[in-house]
T-cell receptor
Framework: SQKIEQNSEALNIQEGKTATLTCNYTNYSPAYLQWYRQDPGRGPVFLLLIRENEKEKRKERLKVTFDTTLKQSLFHITASQPADSATYLCASNQAGTALIFGKGTTLSVSS | EAQVTQNPRYLITVTGKKLTVTCSQNMNHEYMSWYRQDPGLGLRQIYYSMNVEVTDKGDVPEGYKVSRKEKRNFPLILESPSPNQTSLYFC???????????FGQGTRLTVV
């Protein structure tokens, strides 16, 4: 069955550094990947979507890459701040099926 | 304001007492879905709906029912809740599965 995995449950970095989160997928070839942010007890909030024909996408301090050869997406937050501390989820699906999520990586940025 | 509204936000109930969690969206979205979130297990999809009168099972449908009689509403029904259904539930909607999903505020359900 199609799987989407985020290998790291937690990532701790210092303020100002770049955080890099990984999302891997197996048994399917998604046409796109999405990234969401979730704060404790709240619903996920959409951040970025990248399509398979886009190598990279940026939004302010956020950058997402999509490598179909490695079956992987990387999510970067540059110049990280304590306010970036949250759980980040990747999601995708095959055409016509439900949107599925990885388990998430909890990022902690210390000042 | 574009939003997905779930009610109630918090609910404590007893085993076997039927309950309904409501979900409504005001964005005219075709796609709606329900997830449960448990520590260490992430977001798991319960049911989803591609359009009115079209619903399908997700990964963990046992013990749940849904209906989609109108485009804006997608209620989640637990006909005989059990303690293993204690969880944080989220409803989401989108224009389709290839578009960003909008989530509700969540419903924290405790079954004793």
């Amino acid at each position: 069955s199609q799987k989407i995995e985020q290998n790291s449950e937690a990532l701790n970095i210092q303020e100002g550094k770049t955080a890099t989160l990984t999302c891997n997928y197996t048994n399917y070839s998604p046409a796109y990947l999405q990234w969401y942010r979730q704060d404790p007890g709240r619903g996920p909030v959409f951040l970025l979507l990248i399509r398979e024909n886009e190598k990279e996408k940026r939004k302010e301090r956020l950058k997402v890459t999509f490598d179909t050869t490695l079956k992987q997406s990387l999510f970067h937050i540059t110049a990280s701040q304590p306010a970036d501390s949250a759980t980040y989820l990747c999601a995708s699906n095959q055409a016509g099926t439900a949107l599925i999520f990885g388990k998430g990586t909890t990022l902690s940025v210390s000042s | 304001e574009a939003q997905v509204t779930q009610n109630p936000r918090y609910l404590i109930t007893v085993t076997g007492k039927k309950l309904t969690v409501t979900c409504s969206q005001n964005m005219n979205h075709e796609y709606m879905s329900w997830y449960r979130q448990d520590p260490g297990l992430g977001l798991r999809q319960i049911y989803y709906s591609m359009n009115v009168e079209v619903t399908d099972k997700g990964d963990v449908p046992e013990g749940y029912k849904v209906s989609r009689k109108e485009k804006r509403n997608f209620p989640l029904i637990l006909e005989s809740p059990s303690p293993n259904q204690t969880s944080l539930y989220f409803c989401a909607s989108s224009r389709g599965t290839r578009f960003e999903a909008f989530f509700g505020q969540g419903t924290r359900l405790t079954v004793v």
